[in-house]
């Protein structure tokens, strides 16, 4: 786990890539399928708001992940 949260550390817009073009290949996957005939420009459009709300999740996480390290980092520093 230390592994992946160093290299995320160190490739942030890569690891941000990656889970933009995971959301938006698995919600075109999934609004394909004929339960939901939608029109191509329709499907990309709320494959993009999927892609934008996991990115925004996951920043929202990261950051609350950074205070907590740099809060514990000071909280020792001042022992």
């Known amino acids: 786990m230390e592994v992946l949260q160093s290299w ?6 890569t690891s941000i890539g990656a889970i933009w073009a995971t959301a ?5 996957a999934y609004t394909s399928s004929k339960r939901a005939p939608f ?4 499907r990309l459009i709320h494959a993009r708001m999927h ?6 999740a996951v920043l ?3 950051a ?6 740099k ?4 909280h020792d520093h001042q022992k």
């Open 8 to 13: 995320v550390s160190e490739h942030k817009l």
């Open 71 to 74: 809060t514990e980092a000071d």
């Open 24 to 28: 938006i290949g698995t919600s075109m």
């Open 51 to 56: 892609a934008q709300a996991l990115t925004l």
């Open 39 to 42: 029109k191509p420009s329709l």
């Open 60 to 62: 929202s996480g990261a």
């Open 64 to 69: 609350l992940y950074h205070h907590y390290q």
